[in-house]
């Protein structure tokens, strides 16, 4: 039987270890899902992805709400939480609706690339690498 005091007193203690590990394992993760389904690589895959993805933002989510029930209300417990909210949408959005998904990386690629190519053309980019040799 799992005892819930205990699990508290462990995320409780090793907080800064936890968040250590967890923020920059539900980015990555996330980031994985969406490099995956706009890579349009086979179902399977994005899944396994949302899966490891989305158990970290519960993680998060469930240490969080740990020090929200002892009453600890600051920024940190905040933006932890909006970050695996975050996470945890993006991977049901990427199960749910994945041509959305695509189309959104196709937007902001072509924009980037235009952004690019307009400051390129002007010679803004060959005179910024003449001024820093």
């Known amino acids: ?7 508290t007193e462990f995320s409780h203690t090793y907080c800064v270890a936890i968040c250590a590990f967890l923020v920059p394992a ?12 706009g890579l349009k690589r086979p179902r399977i895959q994005v899944r396994g992805s949302v899966l490891v993805a989305s158990l970290f ?5 469930f240490h969080v709400f740990t020090w929200f029930a002892i009453g600890v209300v600051m920024p940190p417990t905040y933006i932890l939480l909006l970050m695996a909210v975050t996470c945890l949408t993006i991977n049901v959005w990427a199960i749910a609706h994945p041509e959305s998904i695509i189309k959104l990386i196709g937007v902001l690629v072509s924009v980037f690339r235009g952004n690019f190519l307009k400051y390129q053309s002007r010679g803004l980019i060959l005179e910024r690498r003449e001024n820093l040799q």
Do not use: H, K, S
């Open 26 to 37: 539900n980015l990555l993760m996330t980031l994985q899902t969406v490099i995956l389904t």
């Open 1 to 7: 039987m799992l005892d819930l005091n205990t699990v």
């Open 57 to 61: 933002a519960m993680t998060m989510i």
